[in-house]
């Protein structure tokens, strides 16, 4: 689809704060919410890191439950691959630790009922890694997409990109749905015949309205109720 059709499955863009965004589509099964996020690094000061989940957590609850929610972005966090995690991060991360903010995001998921399918697909390590250590050759998964369980089977693949060139120190993560978005048909009541009011101000138009009108309502059992009348 050219982006220019993908304009028009847009509902709605909102900035939530300086680290947090939602971008809602419209999709032909069911809508779809992007939340875009960029968590604090592992040496920020906790009051800070509490603030993030804290906002974060406050635009999961405001999300429509009838959406497929997709939160993806920067959480600066590494997860290992914990077996008692399984069900939530997978078993494919590229790390053997979790960091503090792993734990924060593996605290997240389970508590909002997501799956971080960035760690669900066997890959090459060179496929997993996200951010190239700035002077080193070495990489770490940093980035992440998560899903909500619910709609978790739309997500057909997940992948670094290494070779495009997004002028960052971050790879492209790309994902694969297969949830098909739905045009919006703007004005879609603008040619809807209207009631010409003005012809109310005719004396003959007048009388047969009010004549109509009392026809209507002889024909009409009188009640007590005034609910019913």
């Known amino acids: 689809m050219s982006p220019k059709k993908a304009n028009k ?5 909102s900035p939530i704060c300086e680290r947090i965004c939602t971008l809602r589509i419209k999709g032909k099964l069911h809508n ?5 996020v960029y968590a604090p690094t592992e040496d920020t000061e906790d009051e800070i890191v509490n603030e993030f989940y804290k906002t974060f957590q406050s635009v999961c609850d405001e999300l429509p439950k009838h959406y497929a929610v997709i939160t993806l972005g ?4 590494r997860r290992d691959k914990e077996q008692i995690y399984r069900d939530t991060i997978g078993r494919h991360s590229l790390h053997e630790t979790t960091s503090n903010n792993g734990f924060r995001l593996v605290q997240y998921t389970t508590t909002n009922n997501f799956k971080v399918l960035s760690t669900w697909y066997p890959r090459k390590d060179i496929h997993h890694g996200t951010w190239k250590i700035p002077g ?12 909500s369980k619910r709609w978790a089977t739309d997500i057909e693949n997940i992948r670094t990109f290494r070779g495009a060139n997004s002028d960052s120190d971050h790879f492209l993560v790309g994902a694969r749905l297969k949830q098909k978005i739905a045009l919006i048909t703007r004005n ?3 040619n809807r015949k209207r009631w010409n009011t003005d012809k109310l101000d005719e004396t003959e138009t007048q009388c047969h309205y009010k004549q109509e009108i ?10 007590n109720d005034i609910e019913e009348e």
Do not use: M, W, Y
């Open 9 to 13: 499955s847009v509902l709605g863009f």
């Open 32 to 36: 779809i919410t992007l939340v875009n």
């Open 74 to 77: 920067d959480f600066n966090a």
């Open 136 to 147: 080193t050759e070495d990489i770490n998964q940093i980035d992440h997409i998560l899903v």
């Open 188 to 190: 879609r009541f603008g």
């Open 214 to 223: 009392q026809k209507e309502l002889q024909g009409k059992p009188s009640s």
